[in-house]
């Protein structure tokens, strides 16, 4: 079982849960993620991390109150238990494989991105590589995080909820004197299709961290199964991060859409039953 240390519901929907999970906490590195399964009836479903503490065995994970396991998790207290906390899922960040050559990354965040590139701006100024970030905050309830990330990121650049603001202020930043190494765009499938433009005309390596429906975790499934350059990738193996340049970002929202339909499916299923599906014509499983 895995204690709830602390629940914040930092703005509207958006919630950050911190939960004692030694083992993960230790073993985790930035860009991974973890999956929960909040009791024996519970559906396993995947988080991002958005801060994570091995000498105190605690991590947080960041998410909307959508789906059947956020709003469990939401009903929870502190001092509550959680059932399965699976993890480090996935890959580390291509920042872990590329540390020797960076000396200036470049982020760009929007959506919860803000809470999911944390832990590697964090990670990087521990290891004295410097971090710039454009950042959409959404609304001020998230100053705390902005706070934080202006501690560990040498500029912080806010930028208003729109792609095309963000893009503006990145084509300025990529302008400027400041020799990138690398940008890691994290947040709407839009804004990262964007970028991607922006950074392939100015030769600059890029990752994006990709958002698919993630069922089983293990590579079994092929839930989030998405072609990568030419290649048959697993976003919960392989990824989420991936060169932006080999994303086929029609394919990604094609499987975000199939996401979107099986939450409708999971609601209808909760709410209604198997007796109405064909008043509807959802198809439950
Ligand atoms: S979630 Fe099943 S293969 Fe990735």
Redesign the pocket.
Known sequence: MFKILNKKNITKNVYIIKIQAPRVSRAILPGQFVIVRVDDKGERTPFPVCEFDGEQGTVSIVFKAIGNTANDLINLNVGDNIKDFVGPIGHASHLVDKIKELKNVLFVADDLGFARIYTEIYWLNKNNISSDAIISFDTNDELEFKDKISVVCRNLTEAKSDTADICEKLAEKLNSNTKYDMVVAVGSTEMMRQVTKITKEKNVDTIVSLTT?????????????LTIGNEVK????DGPEFDANLVDYDEVERRQKFYSSYEEKEKFRLENGKENEAATGLEVE
């Open positions: 429906l993630i069922l089983d975790g293990t590579g079994m499934c092929g839930a989030c199964r697993f976003v919960c193996q």
